[in-house]
């Protein structure tokens, strides 16, 4: 079975921290890259950072360098995105894909930064 589950979202107050994860089938995970996207209210579905299958090398939207670290467990099917220095512009659900080979999204975590 396909399945992508997102958690460890939340309430957090500007400049706060946060560790997501998303726990995937094997399937779709093993020996893939894999990716961490964000849809704020009335916007698109936006990318945020990408990881290769062995975890050495990772990228970032740019609005997001430095804050934000993307990694993953090949062991549990997990890729976590530890979020730090968070902005109100970083209020949005995050969803785990595949980038390139989308496979059905799952619930999303909701991640909402405000005092």
């Known amino acids: 079975q396909v399945q992508l589950v997102e958690s460890g979202g939340g309430l957090v107050q500007p400049g706060g921290s946060l560790r997501l994860s998303c726990v995937a089938s094997e399937s779709i995970f093993s020996g893939y890259i894999m990716a961490w996207y964000r849809q704020a209210p009335g916007k698109q579905r936006d990318w945020v950072a990408t990881?290769?299958?062995?975890?050495?090398?990772?990228t970032y939207e740019n609005s997001v360098k430095g804050r934000f670290a993307i990694s993953r467990d090949n062991a549990e099917n997990t890729v976590y995105l530890q979020m730090s220095d968070l902005k109100p512009e970083d209020t949005a659900v995050y969803h785990c894909?595949?980038?390139?080979?989308?496979?059905?999204w799952g619930r999303g975590t909701q991640v909402t930064v405000s005092s």
């Open positions: 894909n595949r980038p390139g080979l989308i496979v059905p």
């Open positions: 990881i290769k299958p062995d975890g050495t090398t990772t």
